[in-house]
């Protein structure tokens, strides 16, 4: 697995402490331009909604932060260093993790084996996996992050999407994560689950320790727990505030606004 970035020590942060900066990303699929020159920035410990209509360009920004697809123009600059992505392990390498809905799990591994899938804790010196120390350290994470299951031991299968989301994330954060990306965590659950992953997302905000965008189609979830919210018109961020100063109508209206046409230009 290529990961070349993590060899030398980053710079220092520039004083901005951005821990992440999209610039003028360009992304086409054939005739299809996904992103039109997408710019945006994170700071570090700052939580970012990114909201836009269906097709926007949202979920093919986070694919190319996290190594997915490679852009075809722009610049992406993490911890103050210029990096080139090229895969999925390489982002992973250095700190960039996406939590998509159910993607991952593996439903017939108990919660431990999910936690570690891929990272098994060994005995020393041997290549038996330590089963008893990984069970201990997914039930301290859990329960640290306050992650409510009955037991470690429990197949992923039988939980709800919320448990299972949780653990996705919880699984992320363990992985030494300094830029969490998730993409509609919240879609298709209920009342119940939505609040247990928002509460979880709050405590992780509380830490300052991983910066997160968030995406969300439900922007009082944005408004919720976001520090700044985002949007993403046809591939170009066109709105940029933090939540305080803005509202659950203006970003309804903003998004509505796309369809009564006339205040865009077209294309
Ligand atoms: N792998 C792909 N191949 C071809 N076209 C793609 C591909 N992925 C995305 N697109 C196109 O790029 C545009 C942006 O799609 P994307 O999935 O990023 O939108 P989105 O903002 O995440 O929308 P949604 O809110 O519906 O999830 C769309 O026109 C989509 O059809
Ligand atoms: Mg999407």
């Known amino acids: 697995m290529s990961v070349s970035q993590e060899a030398a020590p980053a710079p220092p942060l520039e004083t901005d402490e951005d821990v992440l900066r999209v610039e003028n990303i360009v992304k086409r699929f054939g005739s299809v331009v996904a992103l039109d020159g997408t710019t945006l920035h994170l700071r570090r410990g700052e939580v970012l909604g990114l909201i836009g209509d269906n097709g926007a360009g949202k979920s093919t920004l986070i694919k190319i932060i996290t190594g997915f697809h490679r852009p075809d123009g722009g610049r992406i600059v993490v911890e103050g260093r210029d990096v080139q992505l090229r895969s999925v392990p390489q982002a992973r390498a250095l700190g960039i993790e996406t939590v998509y809905q159910d993607l991952a799990l593996v439903d017939s591994l108990s919660v431990f ?62 992985s030494n994560v300094k830029i969490l990306l998730l993409d509609e965590p919240l879609a298709a ?3 119940r689950e939505a609040k247990q992953i928002l ?12 910066s997160m965008i968030i995406i969300s189609h439900t922007y009082a979830q944005i408004m919720d ?27 309804t209206e903003l998004v509505v606004s796309e369809y009564r046409g006339g205040e865009e230009p077209p294309g």
């Open 113 to 174: 084996h999910n936690m570690f899938l891929g990272k098994e804790l060994r005995l020393a010196g041997s290549p038996l996996v330590a089963n008893r120390s990984m069970k201990e350290r997914a039930r301290r994470y859990l329960e640290d992050m306050k992650v409510n299951v009955t037991s470690v031991d429990v197949e992923v299968g039988l939980l709800s999407g919320g448990q299972r989301q949780a653990i996705a994330i919880a699984r992320a954060v363990y």
């Open 189 to 191: 659950m209920g009342a």
């Open 199 to 210: 509460d979880l997302i709050r405590r992780l905000k509380e830490r300052r320790e991983v």
């Open 225 to 251: 727990v976001c520090d700044r919210v985002d949007l993403l018109r046809r591939g170009r961020i066109v709105f940029d505030k933090r939540v305080e100063d803005t509202s659950l109508e203006e970003l």
